[in-house]
């Protein structure tokens, strides 16, 4: 029901984007008969309610939906199963009680500050975008850089234009769809700055959003310089060589009003580290287990809190799993434990889950560390399958069989890219 | 609009500010006149918040006498006012074996100042003291007078309670023209003529300009820009006390500063420029503050810089403080005010008090003068149970406007209150959006609420006044 919070509960949702609902959904279907999803925002659907392009799905609903519809469904199948959403309300704080219950702390706009308990919890918090801190860029700091995500929200929820000559750092697929966006508003995108030889965002949007509206992307080329004292004036710009640092023989530069930055997301785990969970160094999100569960018994993450997925019915489909999970949990199911550690080998950047166990199914989503062509996943002897293209900024789902594991005996198993090396200039813009 | 004042002040740095607030102990008319949309927004926000103990400026400077008063007068400040402040000492390091000479010097003209506690340590104590340090430093002059403070709210503070006693604050307000004006001048604003028979001249980096509105140019100020880095969270707790090297004549170099809120900061450099309005920073700048950092702790890397800024000092010719009245009559300076001018800045505005009365200025003490203001609201440093029980009797109290730093609306409503009229403003008050996500979440609830108390649509919003605007109306181009 939204709106209500009382009493215990089985599972608790911290957040409610698409991982948050799906979540909650997943361990409603699994038994959990009391089950309670917070959010901060006014509303539920998370990132995808500032989403209003078509695009989100294709996979899981094939069909092609705005991030809004796309929230919707899931909002309306959450109540449906009688399950509690509450937002405008912020978790500021989770803990384990010595008997194994989960707490969290929610500070409620009108209902001041509230613990609500349960057996089980799901971190769900998405993640934010990396600002300009993140990458050292000399200058002035007037008003006029702003990541992309924040220059979305002006546009699409509240009526503001960031600006009327925008320049981008970094082609993550926000930027490259706020380029389409306020070239579409009537601003003028002067080009796209990519400090590696290959773009961050998928290849669709590099090919829907820029090229089809003639913006430039500036592969291997970086910001060096913002100018301007109340208010972005212009920018430097720089190539850069293999080391990645900028030649400055070879600079220019960029008359401008704006500054976007899409450098890449980050998750954010706060809470999670505030409560003690293990996290990844790569990812930046938890360390999980088949099931999804976090190295704290009973406290489970999905979603782009656990690592950055490149599309949002990814995001349900792994959700929808950790909510399963732990709903069962919940309900008192046990399950023993993993027992294959998946290690990260040549050219994989990350595996997520960490660990696996035999006799079932399981979905292994990994990162390249560079565009590879044509790709094959290899683990030990006994997969082989060919991918064709692969660049970082595409998560990789690879499926397991049970088969495959029970025909394994140790304890690590090395999952491997192979291929060659793809064409620098080619990755961004394959079709 | 045209008033008559005792005393116009001109500048709402540390300085002006200051000065405006001992006045307002007396029975005075008093103008504080800043030209930016809020108070210190100058070289006051930008430094590095330390309240220095004076051993290393020479006596014969007005700067060396002033800066060891000041420093003593912190405490009572910090009492009245609440802003950050906290004494963690100073280490001055030697870097080399003849820098252990120097460091005996600085002891003894610290004694002699009556700068307390000095002491030198060996390298051993060093080690126990400071282990994240570097094994080849050579020993070290503690002074532990030395603290850190949050300068923008000391400023926000001085400036609050001035006008509770009754100071007339006029932002969004340069001067433009000085003119003759009976016993006194006229101050000549786009916001009116401010009439006033003293007229001070803290106006920081352009003072030299200030005065030659006046027709007392005596001086001329090369503004030296300095460059400071804050790092990540991750180095919280590296060292316990700011680490100095041995001081040049022109710095006291770069240094390693834990400020108040416990984020390691390093710099400043030291560079003098042309330009007034050049706060850039350089990725020259950062290399030299990071080369020089690293040899005092190795531990620091230049990938650990979450953001940085620079401010500039006000270096006049003779590089000493410039405070004193002009062939102007009632045109007062107080200006080149460079480091340790934060540090000085109480003991600045005593010194005018009496250079003033000197002059002919009757101060007669308000006997309702009221030294304190109220502690910002800070729930994030609150107990749980506080938390509770005020968010149970106000709900702004609930809803959270900045997440990093866990601030409330409630304390956004009251850092407008009390006069922040920019984004900027808000986050210097209330530190909205100085945490790890730099306002991505707190901009857009942050415009919101100023759009709604300020009564302004949501473009009209800056980040700091002036040009600093920070979106445009959907559709303004056909309308412009
Ligand atoms: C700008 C943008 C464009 C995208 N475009 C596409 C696309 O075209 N196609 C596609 O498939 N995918 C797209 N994606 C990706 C997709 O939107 C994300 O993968 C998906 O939203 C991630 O879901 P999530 O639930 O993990 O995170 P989010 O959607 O970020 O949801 C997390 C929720 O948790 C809440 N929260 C966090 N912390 C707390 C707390 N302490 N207390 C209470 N609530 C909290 C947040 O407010 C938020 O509502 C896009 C993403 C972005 C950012
Ligand atoms: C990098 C750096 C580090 C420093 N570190 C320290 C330190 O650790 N400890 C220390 O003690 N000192 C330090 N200092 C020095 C200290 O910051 C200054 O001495 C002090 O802030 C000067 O204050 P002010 O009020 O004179 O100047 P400002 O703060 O610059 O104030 C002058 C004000 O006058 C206004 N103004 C100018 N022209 C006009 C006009 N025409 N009309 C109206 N208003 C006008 C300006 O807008 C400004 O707000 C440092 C300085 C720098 C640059």
Same mark, same amino acid.
């Given at each position: 029901?939204?709106?209500?919070?009382?009493?215990?509960?089985?599972?608790?949702?911290?957040?409610?984007?698409? &991982?948050?609902?799906?979540?909650?959904?997943?361990?409603?279907?699994?038994?959990?008969?009391?089950?309670?999803?917070?959010?901060?925002?006014?509303?539920?659907?998370?990132?995808?309610?500032?989403?209003?392009?078509?695009?989100?799905?294709?996979?899981?609903?094939?069909?092609?939906?705005?991030?809004?519809?796309?929230?919707?469904?899931?909002?309306?199948?959450?109540?449906?199963?009688?399950?509690?959403?509450?937002?405008? &309300?912020?978790?500021?704080?989770?803990?384990?009680?010595?008997?194994?219950?989960?707490?969290?702390?929610?500070?409620?706009?009108?209902?001041?500050?509230?613990?609500?308990?349960?057996?089980?919890?799901?971190?769900?918090?998405?993640?934010?975008?990396?600002?300009?801190?993140?990458?050292?860029?000399?200058?002035?700091?007037?008003?006029?850089?702003?990541?992309?995500?924040?220059?979305?929200?002006?546009?699409?929820?509240?009526?503001?234009?960031?600006?009327?000559?925008?320049?981008?750092?970094?082609?993550?697929?926000?930027?490259?769809?706020?380029?389409?966006?306020?070239?579409?508003?009537?601003?003028?995108?002067?080009?796209?700055?990519?400090?590696?030889?290959?773009?961050?965002?998928?290849? !669709?949007?590099?090919?829907?959003?820029?090229?089809?509206?003639?913006?430039?992307?500036?592969?291997?080329?970086?910001?060096?310089?913002?100018?301007? !004292?109340?208010?972005?004036?212009?920018?430097?710009?720089?190539?850069?060589?293999?080391?990645?640092?900028?030649?400055?023989?070879?600079?220019?530069?960029?008359?401008?009003?704006?500054?976007?930055?899409?450098?890449?997301?980050?998750?954010?785990?706060?809470?999670?580290?505030?409560?003690?969970?293990?996290?990844?160094?790569?990812?930046?999100?938890?360390?999980?287990?088949?099931?999804?569960?976090?190295?704290?018994?009973?406290?489970?993450?999905?979603?782009?809190?656990?690592?950055?997925?490149?599309?949002?019915?990814?995001?349900?489909?792994?959700?929808?799993?950790?909510?399963?999970? &732990?709903?069962?949990?919940?309900?008192?199911?046990?399950?023993?434990?993993?027992?294959?550690?998946?290690?990260?080998?040549?050219?994989?950047?990350?595996?997520?889950?960490?660990?696996?166990?035999?006799?079932?199914?399981?979905?292994?989503?990994? !990162?390249?560390?560079?565009?590879?062509?044509?790709?094959?996943?290899?683990?030990?002897?006994?997969?082989?399958?060919?991918?064709?293209?692969?660049?970082?900024?595409?998560?990789?789902?690879?499926?397991?069989?049970?088969?495959?594991?029970?025909?394994?005996?140790?304890?690590?198993? !090395?999952?491997?890219?192979?291929?060659?090396?793809?064409?620098?200039?080619?990755?961004?813009?394959?079709? | 609009?045209?008033?008559?004042?005792?005393?116009?002040?001109?500048?709402?740095?540390?300085?002006?500010?200051?000065?405006?607030?001992?006045?307002?102990?007396?029975?005075?008319?008093? #103008?504080?006149?800043?030209?930016?949309?809020?108070?210190?927004?100058?070289?006051?926000?930008?430094?590095?918040?330390?309240?220095?103990?004076?051993?290393?400026?020479?006596?014969?400077?007005?700067?060396?006498?002033?800066?060891?008063?000041?420093?003593?007068?912190?405490?009572?400040?910090?009492?009245?006012?609440?802003?950050?402040?906290?004494?963690?000492?100073?280490?001055?390091?030697?870097?080399?074996?003849?820098?252990?000479?120097?460091?005996?010097?600085?002891?003894?003209?610290?004694?002699?100042?009556?700068?307390?506690?000095?002491?030198?340590?060996?390298?051993?104590?060093?080690?126990?003291?400071?282990?994240?340090?570097?094994?080849?430093?050579?020993?070290?002059?503690?002074?532990?007078?030395?603290?850190?403070?949050?300068?923008?709210?000391?400023?926000?503070?001085?400036?609050?309670?001035?006008?509770?006693?009754?100071?007339?604050?006029?932002?969004?307000?340069? *001067?433009?023209?000085?003119?003759?004006?009976?016993?006194?001048?006229?101050?000549?604003?786009?916001?009116?003529?401010?009439?006033?028979?003293?007229?001070?001249?803290?106006?920081?980096?352009?003072?030299?300009?200030?005065?030659?509105?006046?027709?007392?140019?005596?001086?001329?100020?090369?503004?030296?820009?300095?460059?400071?880095?804050?790092?990540?969270?991750?180095?919280?707790?590296?060292?316990?006390?700011?680490?100095?090297?041995?001081?040049?004549?022109?710095?006291?170099?770069?240094?390693?500063?834990?400020?108040?809120?416990?984020?390691?900061?390093?710099?400043?450099?030291?560079?003098?420029?042309?330009?007034?309005?050049?706060?850039?920073?350089?990725?020259?700048?950062?290399?030299?503050?990071?080369?020089?950092?690293?040899?005092?702790?190795?531990?620091?890397?230049?990938?650990?810089?979450?953001?940085?800024? #620079?401010?500039?000092?006000?270096?006049?010719?003779?590089?000493?403080?410039?405070?004193?009245?002009?062939?102007?009559?009632?045109?007062?300076?107080?200006?080149?005010?460079?480091?340790?001018?934060?540090?000085?800045?109480?003991?600045?505005?005593?010194?005018?008090?009496?250079?003033?009365?000197?002059?002919?200025?009757?101060?007669?003490?308000?006997?309702?003068?009221?030294?304190?203001?109220?502690? %910002?609201?800070?729930?994030?440093?609150?107990?749980?149970?506080?938390?509770?029980?005020?968010?149970?009797?106000?709900?702004?109290?609930?809803?959270?406007?900045?997440?990093?730093?866990?601030?409330?609306?409630?304390?956004?409503?009251?850092?407008?209150?009390?006069?922040?009229?920019?984004?900027?403003?808000?986050?210097?008050?209330?530190?909205?959006?100085?945490?790890?996500?730099?306002?991505?979440?707190?901009? %857009?609830?942050?415009?919101?609420?100023?759009?709604?108390?300020?009564? *302004?649509?949501?473009?009209?919003?800056?980040?700091?006044?002036?040009?600093?605007?920070?979106?445009? %109306?959907?559709?303004?181009?056909?309308?412009?």
């Amino acid at each position: 029901m939204l709106g209500r919070m009382e009493g215990d509960y089985d599972v608790v949702v911290v957040g409610g984007g698409p &991982a948050g609902l799906a979540a909650a959904i997943g361990a409603r279907d699994a038994g959990a008969a009391r089950v309670l999803v917070v959010d901060r925002e006014d509303e539920a659907g998370g990132i995808l309610l500032q989403c209003i392009h078509a695009g989100f799905g294709l996979h899981y609903f094939q069909e092609e939906l705005t991030g809004p519809e796309y929230a919707e469904r899931f909002v309306a199948r959450a109540l449906d199963r009688d399950i509690d959403v509450v937002c405008s &309300a912020y978790v500021s704080g989770a803990g384990l009680d010595s008997d194994g219950t989960r707490r969290v702390r929610v500070m409620r706009e009108g209902h001041g500050i509230r613990t609500a308990r349960s057996r089980a919890m799901v971190l769900a918090m998405g993640c934010r975008e990396r600002t300009r801190g993140a990458v050292h860029i000399p200058g002035t700091r007037p008003a006029g850089v702003l990541t992309a995500g924040l220059a979305q929200r002006f546009v699409n929820v509240m009526g503001l234009l960031p600006g009327r000559r925008v320049a981008i750092l970094g082609s993550g697929d926000i930027g490259l769809i706020m380029a389409r966006r306020l070239t579409l508003e009537g601003c003028e995108v002067v080009g796209v700055f990519e400090l590696m030889p290959f773009s961050n965002g998928l290849t !669709r949007n590099v090919v829907q959003c820029l090229r089809d509206f003639g913006i430039p992307l500036h592969l291997s080329t970086t910001v060096v310089e913002i100018h301007g !004292r109340d208010r972005v004036e212009k920018i430097t710009v720089a190539p850069v060589g293999a080391d990645l640092a900028p030649d400055l023989a070879r600079r220019w530069q960029v008359p401008c009003d704006t500054l976007l930055l899409s450098i890449g997301l980050v998750p954010e785990n706060e809470l999670s580290q505030a409560l003690g969970v293990e996290l990844d160094v790569v990812t930046q999100g938890p360390r999980v287990s088949s099931t999804l569960e976090t190295s704290l018994p009973g406290v489970f993450a999905c979603g782009n809190v656990l690592h950055v997925h490149d599309l949002c019915d990814y995001v349900t489909e792994e959700a929808l799993l950790a909510g399963r999970f &732990a709903g069962e949990l919940a309900g008192g199911v046990k399950r023993p434990r993993d027992n294959i550690r998946v290690v990260p080998g040549d050219n994989v950047r990350y595996c997520v889950p960490h660990t696996l166990a035999p006799g079932r199914e399981h979905t292994v989503y990994l !990162r390249c560390q560079r565009p590879l062509r044509p790709a094959a996943i290899r683990v030990g002897d006994l997969v082989r399958r060919k991918l064709g293209f692969v660049t970082p900024a595409e998560m990789i789902t690879f499926r397991i069989k049970p088969d495959v594991l029970d025909r394994f005996h140790g304890e690590a198993r !090395r999952i491997d890219l192979l291929g060659e090396p793809a064409g620098a200039h080619l990755a961004g813009a394959e079709p | 609009m045209s008033e008559r004042y005792d005393v116009v002040v001109i500048g709402g740095g540390v300085v002006g500010a200051a000065i405006a607030r001992e006045l307002s102990r007396f029975r005075l008319r008093i #103008a504080l006149l800043e030209r930016q949309a809020e108070v210190g927004f100058g070289t006051s926000k930008t430094n590095s918040g330390i309240i220095h103990p004076g051993h290393d400026t020479s006596p014969a400077t007005l700067k060396g006498r002033l800066v060891v008063r000041g420093n003593a007068l912190y405490d009572r400040l910090a009492a009245e006012l609440h802003f950050g402040f906290r004494r963690i000492g100073q280490l001055n390091v030697a870097l080399e074996p003849a820098d252990l000479e120097v460091l005996q010097r600085l002891k003894a003209q610290g004694d002699a100042k009556g700068v307390p506690g000095l002491e030198l340590w060996d390298r051993a104590r060093l080690r126990r003291e400071e282990p994240n340090l570097s094994r080849e430093l050579w020993g070290a002059l503690h002074a532990p007078s030395a603290g850190v403070i949050n300068p923008y709210e000391l400023v926000f503070a001085l400036v609050e309670s001035a006008e509770r006693n009754g100071v007339a604050l006029a932002v969004d307000c340069p *001067v433009t023209a000085l003119a003759a004006d009976g016993d006194g001048l006229a101050v000549h604003t786009p916001r009116g003529v401010f009439r006033g028979r003293f007229v001070l001249n803290c106006a920081g980096v352009e003072s030299d300009r200030v005065a030659a509105l006046a027709g007392a140019q005596t001086f001329t100020i090369t503004p030296r820009k300095g460059e400071e880095y804050m790092l990540d969270k991750r180095l919280e707790g590296l060292v316990r006390r700011l680490v100095f090297p041995v001081p040049s004549p022109k710095t006291k170099g770069t240094l390693i500063i834990p400020t108040f809120d416990g984020t390691i900061m390093v710099g400043p450099t030291a560079e003098d420029v042309e330009d007034r309005d050049d706060v850039a920073t350089t990725a020259r700048g950062a290399a030299a503050v990071f080369a020089f950092v690293r040899r005092l702790c190795p531990s620091i890397d230049p990938r650990d810089a979450i953001t940085a800024f #620079a401010g500039l000092r006000a270096v006049a010719d003779g590089n000493d403080f410039v405070i004193g009245p002009t062939s102007v009559r009632g045109f007062v300076h107080v200006a080149g005010i460079q480091s340790p001018g934060l540090t000085a800045a109480p003991a600045i505005a005593e010194h005018v008090r009496d250079l003033l009365a000197a002059e002919g200025l009757a101060l007669v003490a308000k006997p309702d003068f009221e030294p304190g203001v109220r502690a %910002p609201a800070r729930f994030a440093h609150l107990a749980p149970e506080v938390q509770e029980a005020l968010a149970a009797r106000d709900p702004r109290f609930a809803r959270v406007v900045c997440r990093c730093e866990l601030v409330t609306e409630a304390e956004i409503d009251d850092a407008v209150d009390h006069g922040a009229r920019t984004l900027d403003g808000l986050k210097f008050r209330t530190r909205a959006g100085m945490g790890r996500c730099q306002g991505g979440f707190c901009t %857009p609830r942050a415009m919101e609420i100023l759009a709604r108390r300020l009564g *302004v649509p949501l473009h009209a919003v800056t980040k700091r006044g002036g040009g600093s605007w920070i979106a445009l %109306p959907m559709g303004a181009e056909q309308e412009a």
